[in-house]
T-cell receptor, first 109, second 116 residues
Framework: GQNIDQPTEMTATEGAIVQINCTYQ??????LFWYQQHAGEAPTFLSY??LDGLEEKGRFSSFLSRSKGYSYLLLKELQMKDSASYLC??????????WGAGTKLIIKP | GAVVSQHPSRVICKSGTSVKIECRSL??????MFWYRQFPKKSLMLMAT?????????EQGVEKDKFLINHASLTLSTLTVTSAHPEDSSFYIC????????????FGPGTRLLVL
């Protein structure tokens, strides 16, 4: 079956760095997405990786290793507004998005 | 990024009535739109995929006669919850994607439905 694993919850301190991991097993691979979702709101797009390596976008970076079925989202200089759930999603061979359950990130002052 | 709107943002209705939710792509042509449902503290659950001008493809376990989807144009899809019941209360979110299958999905702000 298809499976996306990410930690349920993480806690970090304002100003610090946090890495949210995502491992996947899917039928084919056409890219991996990270979305941010604040409580009570819809997800917003953060990043897309289809090739191995690191993609940097401001304070957020996303890494992919296709051979390991692994990705991480790196958040630097954490701010209180970064408290949210972070969803990892993989597009399979049918171009369907397979969603992880999300990682709730709690930022403490 | 692309902008997707959803209306209404919040609706309360009586049991047995029907509710229509609109999803619009404001600055791009959305060949494909997706409808999701999300329960509190749970991940997104895909309900159906709709392509402009054709019938929607429903996920297993989703009643197509209860959740009517219409994708009449490249910028508008509607979801109608027919004969709503309290268990239909949920957060409904649409997303839209351009013509290329590998393209990013952009989400609307969601509609919170409460059925009394």
């Amino acid at each position: 079956g298809q499976n996306i694993d990410q930690p349920t919850e993480m806690t970090a301190t304002e100003g610090a760095i946090v890495q949210i991991n995502c491992t996947y097993q899917t039928s084919g691979f056409n890219g991996l997405f990270w979305y941010q979702q604040h409580a009570g709101e819809a997800p917003t797009f953060l990043s897309y990786n289809v090739l191995d390596g690191l993609e940097e976008k401001g304070r957020f970076s996303s890494f992919l290793s296709r051979s390991k079925g692994y990705s991480y989202l790196l958040l630097k200089e954490l701010q209180m507004k970064d408290s949210a759930s972070y969803l990892c999603a993989v597009m399979d061979s049918n171009y369907q998005l397979i969603w992880g359950a999300g990682t709730k990130l709690i930022i403490k002052p | 990024g692309a902008v997707v709107s959803q209306h209404p943002s919040r609706v309360i209705c009586k049991s047995g009535t029907s509710v229509k939710i609109e999803c619009r792509s404001l600055d791009f042509q959305a060949t494909t739109m997706f409808w999701y449902r999300q329960f509190p503290k749970k991940s997104l659950m895909l309900m159906a995929t709709s392509n402009e001008g054709s019938k929607a493809t429903y996920e297993q376990g989703v009643e197509k006669d209860k959740f009517l989807i219409n994708h009449a144009s490249l910028t508008l899809s509607t979801l109608t919850v027919t004969s709503a019941h309290p268990e239909d209360s949920s957060f409904y979110i649409c997303s839209a994607r351009g013509p290329w299958e590998g393209e990013t999905q952009y989400f609307g702000p969601g509609t919170r439905l409460l059925v009394l």
